[in-house]
């Protein structure tokens, strides 16, 4: 069974720094693209950055691109995304996000749960 | 960036009632969309992609049509099971963009 564990998200100040994890279990981790998606309060959804499964390649959205940093390491089958100069439009619920195959930028087949992260004073 | 446009925003619908749901896509995407569920509380659940391909698991009332820039989600017979907001998202180009959700709601 898939499972995609987020942690790491809570409230900080704007211009703040904060990095989200995502324990994956239930496949072989490095076969597969991850991604990031939020979702702001009582809103839709948004794509945040993708990886390929081997890490290489990475892809952001523009309104992240330069602040967040996505990464991944296939030998603890974890998925990170390291947020830097956050702003309270970054607010949402973060989910840990399954590409369905090793390329990215497709859709997505298992979701976690979500991690909140609120940027506020 | 590839802009999604689903309609209605909202529909009031009783049990057991077809429903369609539109979603409109601002430049062809040939076949490369899905659709996913969202529940209040979880995370959203993938229904279809490659415009009509079942996920695992997805019931056959759930049904998916469509190609370039129009697109169907047809629920044949809606159970209480299925009221909750539809999303399309298309993954032709980077980024993959959603739709602003279809809340399907009880009538």
């Known amino acids: 069974e898939v499972q995609l564990l987020e942690s790491g998200g809570g409230l900080v100040q704007p211009g703040g720094s904060l990095r989200l994890s995502c324990a994956a279990s239930g496949f072989t981790f490095s076969n597969y693209a991850m991604s990031w998606v939020r979702q702001a309060p009582e809103k839709g959804l948004e794509w945040v950055s993708s990886?390929?499964?081997?890490?290489?390649?990475?892809y952001y959205a523009d309104s992240v691109k330069g602040r967040f940093t996505i990464s991944r390491d296939n030998s603890k089958g974890t998925l990170y995304l390291q947020m830097n100069s956050l702003r309270a439009e970054d607010t949402a619920l973060y989910y840990c996000?399954?590409?369905?195959?090793?390329?990215?930028?497709?859709?997505?087949?298992?979701w976690g749960q979500g991690i909140l992260v609120t940027v506020s004073s | 960036e590839t802009v999604m446009t689903q309609s209605p925003a909202t529909l009031s619908v009783s049990p057991g009632e077809r429903v369609t749901l539109s979603c409109r896509v601002s430049q062809s995407v040939s076949s490369r969309l899905a659709w996913y569920q969202q529940k209040p509380g979880q995370a959203p659940r993938l229904l279809i992609y490659g415009a009509s391909t079942w996920a695992t698991g997805i019931p056959a009332r759930f049904s998916g049509s469509g190609s370039g820039t129009e697109f169907t989600l047809t629920i044949s017979s809606l159970q209480s099971e299925d009221f909750a907001v539809y999303y399309c998202?298309?993954?032709?180009?980077?980024?993959?963009?959603f739709g602003q959700g279809t809340k399907v709601e009880i009538k």
């Open positions: 990886i390929t499964g081997s890490g290489t390649s990475t």
């Open positions: 996000a399954k590409d369905p195959d090793s390329y990215s930028g497709t859709y997505i087949d298992y």
């Open positions: 998202q298309q993954y032709n180009d980077w980024p993959p963009t």
